[in-house]
């Protein structure tokens, strides 16, 4: 979803479980343009990530990475935007 002003994006996405508890999660996804960069910033800063900036088959590039409470996320840039007229 696109921000009614400006370009800011945010994706949730309702993620299988990962854990041992069985349980389901929504996985928030952050887009931004200088992926590989800030990615490069936060692993200086100590950062690990579950997967390095990866393209994936459907043309955006994706990397994962869990928050302080261990809850996944993901920072993607999606080039070739399917859903542009997608707004809040």
């Not at 887009?31 to 088959?57: H, I, W, Y």
Request: glycine share 6%; charged share 30%; hydrophobic share 30%.
């Amino acid at each position: 979803m696109q921000s009614p002003k400006g370009k800011t994006t945010i994706a949730l996405h309702k993620a299988n479980p990962r854990d041992s508890n069985n349980k389901k999660s929504i996985v928030p996804y952050f887009e931004t343009r200088d992926l590989d960069n800030l990615c490069e910033r936060l692993a200086r800063k100590g950062v690990g990530f579950s997967q390095m900036p990866k393209l994936m088959p459907w043309g955006w590039k994706h990397v994962y990475l869990k928050d302080p409470d261990g809850h996944e996320l993901s920072l993607y840039w999606a080039e070739n935007k399917r859903f542009e007229k997608t707004r809040v």
